[in-house]
């Protein structure tokens, strides 16, 4: 089970990209010639990179993948990240959450935060942050990671996800357990007042982690950043002032 973000995009051995003028003339639109041993699916992913306007952008401010500027967005609406602040990422990989949750609780500058990162999959350490690769769910992970933040955690963040499998319901169900097993490791570690943003897939079965958080957050809101593609049914639940 991966639990991490996804990564920067690599263009394979092949046919190359071309570039090509889009309807009207307006601006370039990369098209991807079909390479051998390159599958339907892969071939989509791949000219969706390319023309992903946050990945260009993920690439040129140095961040690990398109996925920072979803906490960015995040956070400058509700405003749960700050200087001093205590931070979990769990599904941390490549590393862009950890990124932006170093840099706006000032982690490794007087009077700074801690930020601490977990991925079952191999990702290169982030200055001034703890990067650990082991799976969240492994029983030694939950010690390992309070010990490492020295005390509560102010943000627990989770963006993780299982592999997809191209049925609806089955990827729901297995988000949905990563979800609920986040919160646990929340309710265990958030410090009062503290703040849990979590990945979910929109269905039917979240209604009773909802009425979980409800009942320890004082507010609890759903939100879908611009940076999350629109075609995907991932959403964020944000729950503030933990009891």
Request: one cysteine or more.
């Amino acid at each position: 089970m991966s639990q991490g973000k996804g990564g920067k995009s690599k263009v394979g051995k092949g046919k190359a990209a071309t570039p090509a003028r889009g309807h009207g003339g307006r601006g370039l639109t990369v098209r991807v010639k079909t390479s051998e041993g390159r599958t339907v699916g892969s071939q989509r992913w791949l000219q969706r990179q390319l023309n992903d306007p946050y990945v260009a952008r993920a690439r040129a401010e140095g961040f690990r993948s398109r996925a920072a500027f979803k906490l960015m967005e995040l956070d400058d609406k509700y405003h749960f990240l700050a200087k001093g602040k205590k931070v979990v990422d769990l599904g941390a990989a490549p590393g862009g959450w950890t990124q932006i949750a170093v840099d706006r609780v000032k982690a490794g500058l007087p009077g700074g935060g801690a930020v601490v990162g977990i991925d079952i999959n191999e990702w290169e350490p982030i200055a001034h942050a703890t990067c650990m690769t082991l799976d969240f769910l492994d029983p030694k992970a939950p010690d390992l990671l309070k010990e490492a933040l020295g005390g509560p955690a102010d943000v627990v963040l989770s963006d993780m996800a299982s592999p997809t499998t191209g049925h609806g319901m089955t990827d729901h169900i297995r988000i949905m357990a990563l979800a609920e097993t986040a919160w646990m490791f929340a309710e265990e570690v958030l410090a009062p007042g503290g703040a849990f943003i979590c990945k979910v897939f929109q269905g039917g079965t979240e209604a009773g982690l909802l009425k979980q958080i409800k009942a320890r957050c004082a507010t609890v809101r759903h939100a879908k950043p611009p940076a999350s593609r629109k075609d995907s049914a991932e959403i964020y639940v944000i729950g503030t002032g933990f009891r």
